[in-house]
């Protein structure tokens, strides 16, 4: 009986196929929360409280939609360890969440360990929408809140274009109640109420309902919120909905929004508290784009790097099954 002989194609591609499949079933199987935290805003929230509450000043810093960025991401967690602030705060859509999810995990949880200050986290449509789970187990709970100093904080899980459930909303007017004892007050959510490049009140990248919008909108003004952080858009805006300040940080290395420079850059924001008053510092983590060239460059390299880092796997299964294609395909025209 004649034995079978594989060209050193087929024998490669077998190769890759077994070396991608074995940690995609590793990860989705055995292990499908590789990442070694458990509960980490509430970890971090102890740390904050820990630190002198009688400061009446302090500094923190504020991002969010990093969304697998690698390069971009790590220098912004760079830079905020040089600044001079107490805590940050990331206001969602840490990743992707293509494919599994798993992986993206991982390399976050392993960039954000870089951080020498607490980091506290509140998800985006990509942690609550995707085909992962991992973020309660991994972050604890969806919204919460603390207080610093003489500011209140409370954290929303403002993921969904929806808005929020009931039992949130219900909880968050409480919370509001409470925050009422301090000078300052400040959300944290990921979907903004209004989307600020369709205009001024308008929807589109926002809540999906204006009854919504103008509901929360009409909460945090008769209870003077002090300022609304929000993401999604992936830019920078500030201005006013209403008697409630807002400002939208969407630049921590996610693919930009656009090519406005005004509005489209990596950055994060740093908020000074003190008896005087709250000032915003809006913090530049790269070179401005020259145009929109360089920008579609570097949002592609970008998308590589970070694919290329948490999806090898998937990679190496499509050049496997690609090298089997192409060895059938040889071996019929030889």
């Known amino acids: 009986m004649q034995r079978m002989k594989y060209s050193p194609l087929v024998?490669?591609?077998l190769i890759l196929i077994v070396v991608g499949i074995v940690p995609i079933i590793y990860?989705?199987?055995?292990?499908?929360?590789?990442?070694?935290?458990?509960?980490?805003?509430?970890?971090?929230?102890?740390?904050?409280?820990?630190?002198d509450q009688q400061q009446e000043?302090?500094?923190?810093?504020?991002?969010?939609?990093?969304?697998?960025?690698?390069?971009?991401?790590?220098?912004?967690?760079?830079?905020?360890?040089?600044?001079?602030?107490?805590?940050?705060?990331?206001?969602?859509?840490?990743?992707?969440?293509m494919f599994d999810g798993q992986s993206e995990y991982r390399t976050y949880v392993n960039q954000i360990k870089h951080f020498t200050k607490p980091l506290l986290?509140?998800?985006?449509?990509?942690?609550?929408?995707?085909?992962?789970?991992?973020?309660?187990?991994?972050?604890?709970?969806?919204?919460?809140?603390?207080?610093?100093?003489?500011?209140?904080?409370?954290?929303?899980?403002?993921?969904?274009?929806?808005g929020l459930a009931p039992q949130q909303y219900a909880w968050l007017k409480e919370e509001l109640k409470k925050?009422?004892?301090?000078?300052?007050?400040f959300i944290f959510m990921h979907v903004p109420l209004y989307d600020p490049e369709a205009g001024e009140y308008q929807l589109g990248h926002s809540l999906s309902n204006k009854a919504t919008?103008?509901?929360?909108?009409?909460?945090?003004?008769?209870?003077?919120?002090?300022?609304?952080?929000?993401?999604?858009?992936?830019?920078?805006?500030?201005?006013?909905?209403?008697?409630?300040?807002?400002?939208?940080?969407?630049?921590?290395g996610a693919e930009l929004g656009g090519t406005d420079a005004s509005h489209?850059?990596?950055?994060?924001?740093?908020?000074?508290?003190?008896?005087?008053?709250?000032?915003?510092?809006?913090?530049?983590?790269?070179?401005?784009?020259?145009?929109?060239?360089?920008?579609f460059i570097h949002n592609v390299t970008e998308f590589i790097h970070s694919y290329l880092i948490n999806h090898w796997d998937y990679l190496l299964l499509a050049l496997g099954f690609l090298g089997l294609w192409l060895a059938g395909r040889i071996r019929k025209k030889a």
């Open 264 to 295: 489209y850059f990596n950055h994060y924001v740093r908020v000074n508290v003190s008896p005087d008053g709250v000032h915003y510092e809006v913090k530049k983590t790269a070179p401005p784009f020259s145009n929109i060239l360089t920008l």
């Open 57 to 97: 000043s302090f500094s923190f810093a504020v991002f969010g939609d990093n969304k697998n960025s690698i390069s971009t991401f790590n220098k912004l967690i760079s830079d905020i360890n040089r600044d001079d602030v107490v805590f940050s705060v990331e206001t969602g859509d840490i990743i992707d969440n």
């Open 179 to 185: 925050s009422q004892n301090y000078r300052y007050r």
């Open 121 to 162: 986290v509140i998800p985006g449509n990509h942690e609550t929408e995707g085909s992962s789970c991992a973020y309660n187990r991994l972050f604890g709970r969806l919204y919460y809140s603390f207080h610093f100093g003489d500011a209140y904080f409370i954290a929303l899980n403002g993921s969904h274009e929806e």
């Open 213 to 252: 919008a103008e509901e929360l909108n009409t909460l945090f003004d008769i209870n003077h919120v002090t300022m609304v952080f929000t993401a999604h858009v992936h830019g920078y805006y500030t201005g006013q909905w209403h008697a409630t300040p807002f400002t939208i940080t969407g630049g921590a």
């Open 11 to 13: 024998i490669f591609s």
């Open 27 to 51: 990860s989705l199987i055995i292990f499908p929360d590789p990442p070694s935290v458990r509960d980490w805003n509430y970890t971090n929230v102890q740390l904050i409280s820990a630190k």
